[in-house]
């Protein structure tokens, strides 16, 4: 059958090329036989005029088809089809079914709720303040970083340059004594390392110990996995050690989240015994102990004597950016190995180039003046936001005492009206989290503000209209 141009539907408004268009429509109806072998295509002029085209759409069109071994150009001869369908396997006709995620790809997808995790919104948590980033001495190790790379892929578990720096990292700010360089492993996000752990350790239906209240992001990591989860309450120590037996704890005991407790010192030693006792993998998720406002910052886990079983996570989305999706474990020497070959096989490790960049930013000293400063003006803004609240809304809420993170704990006074509280906050577009927790049959309000992200000054303007969403 001849080409029947008014068949063909060129649309200008797509970002598809008009060429492109058209080979796709031309391309099919030869396959499909519509047009059938040794049938002769109009001149690229005819079918330009008919189209309403230039001529070159047309032509660049007929050039695809005939590397496609479609047609054939006979110069003034014109162009004819040279493909026969019925010397192409057929199509399988049967009537498709609908394809779709695996069980495993459903668990995973469904793993947490990311509805309203969007876009950026008013007093968000655990964001860092984009603006004091210091993009100079960024972009300026960024050629060097460019010279070092090798052109070929890493495998084992971070690039050398950063795990050097990391282990300094360590040492100066958490206490740590990375014996082995192979046990430091670099990861994307806390939320990748964990994913990768979870996978790892655990067995379906393990039972697996969280805080509560504690981080959905990590909790998820852990259904992934098929985790069978048993959260543990806090109190003033930090997290309750739980009286049955785990394969596996996640907790932040030194900046514990939401609340940003530090552990107590007792609370530490009753865990780690828990973890021998039983032969549990204890996560300390270190997510943000930098910004603990005590003149020193509590002790890793890793740093005890009975750390066994004990894995440190960390990681650089409070330090410098979330964006850079890069983190850091230190495992037992005992599954190094073997998670250096998860982390290849999952691909989750950040990039080379972005590794070798941060070693010279932290081997420039970069980092540690940008923790110095930031440290600073986060906890500026931590006492000042809690000033402000106790001053101007003592009437609805009291600001929990908390000396370490980026982001202010409160409770709101009973005689608050907050149903609909949810739906109210996000209409005015505001991020903070909310907790409701039962203790002696009452249930009490709890709200999370990220403060590190805004100047004290914005601080102001918006935490006015909280504290009013708040009253209506
Ligand atoms: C408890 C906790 N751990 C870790 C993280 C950081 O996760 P990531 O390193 O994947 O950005 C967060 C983020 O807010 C968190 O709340």
């Not at 008009?18 to 031309?26: F, I, K, P, V």
């Not at 150009?73 to 493909?83: E, L, R």
């Not at 998720?285 to 509590?298: R, T």
């Not at 420039?364 to 110095?372: F, S, T, V």
Request: hydrophobic share 40%.
């Amino acid at each position: 059958m001849p080409l029947d141009h008014s068949q063909l539907q060129l649309n200008k408004q797509l970002t598809i090329p008009l060429a492109r268009q058209l080979y796709q429509q031309l391309h099919q109806q030869i396959v499909s036989g519509n047009l059938s072998y040794a049938e002769r295509l109009p001149s690229s002029r005819e079918l330009a005029e008919q189209l309403q085209l230039s001529r070159g759409v047309v032509v660049e069109c007929y050039e695809m088809l005939r590397l496609d071994h479609l047609v054939l150009g006979f110069g003034k001869g014109g162009t004819q089809i040279c493909y026969q369908p019925y010397l192409a396997k057929p199509l399988a006709s049967k009537a498709s079914t609908k394809l779709g995620l695996s069980a495993q790809g459903r668990l995973i997808a469904t793993a947490r709720d990311y509805m309203g995790l969007r876009t950026p919104l008013l007093l968000q948590t655990s964001l860092p303040d984009l603006r004091l980033f210091p993009k100079r001495a960024w972009l300026k190790v960024q050629c060097e970083a460019l010279e070092q790379l090798q052109g070929q892929y890493e495998r084992s578990g971070g690039v050398s340059p950063l795990k050097l720096a990391l282990k300094e990292f360590l040492a100066r700010y958490r206490g740590i004594q990375v014996q082995d360089l192979n046990c430091l492993l670099i990861s994307t996000g806390t939320q990748g390392a964990l994913s990768a752990l979870a996978r790892a350790l655990l067995n379906p239906n393990d039972v697996t110990v969280v805080e509560h209240p504690g981080w959905e992001g990590g909790k998820a990591a852990l259904r992934q996995a098929q985790a069978h989860l048993v959260s543990v309450d806090l109190d003033q120590e930090g997290a309750l050690v739980p009286t049955i037996k785990a394969k596996l704890a996640v907790i932040t005991p030194n900046a514990q989240f939401p609340t940003g407790y530090v552990m107590s010192a007792a609370r530490r030693k009753a865990w780690l015994e828990y973890s021998i006792q039983h032969n549990c993998w204890l996560i300390e998720d270190d997510f943000a102990a930098e910004y603990s406002y005590q003149q020193h910052p509590a002790p890793s886990l890793l740093s005890y004597p009975q750390a066994q079983h004990v894995i440190h996570l960390g990681t650089m989305s409070k330090l410098l950016l979330p964006d850079l999706r890069l983190s850091w474990m230190v495992v037992p020497a005992s599954i190094a190995d073997e998670l250096r070959k998860i982390l290849n096989t999952l691909g989750l490790q950040p990039s080379y180039l972005l590794q070798h960049q941060l070693a010279l930013f932290m081997q420039y000293g970069y980092l540690a003046k940008h923790l110095a400063q930031t440290r600073s003006i986060y906890n500026q803004r931590r006492q000042w936001c809690t000033t402000y609240l106790q001053q101007h809304g003592a009437d609805i809420l009291e600001v929990m005492p908390s000396l370490s993170g980026m982001n202010t704990y409160l409770k709101l006074k009973e005689s608050l009206h907050t149903e609909n509280l949810e739906f109210r906050l996000k209409q005015a577009g505001f991020g903070c989290e909310i907790y409701r927790l039962i203790a002696k049959e009452k249930m009490t309000t709890y709200l999370l503000l990220g403060h590190a992200k805004l100047s004290e000054e914005q601080l102001e303007t918006v935490l006015g209209k909280f504290l009013n969403v708040l009253r209506n």
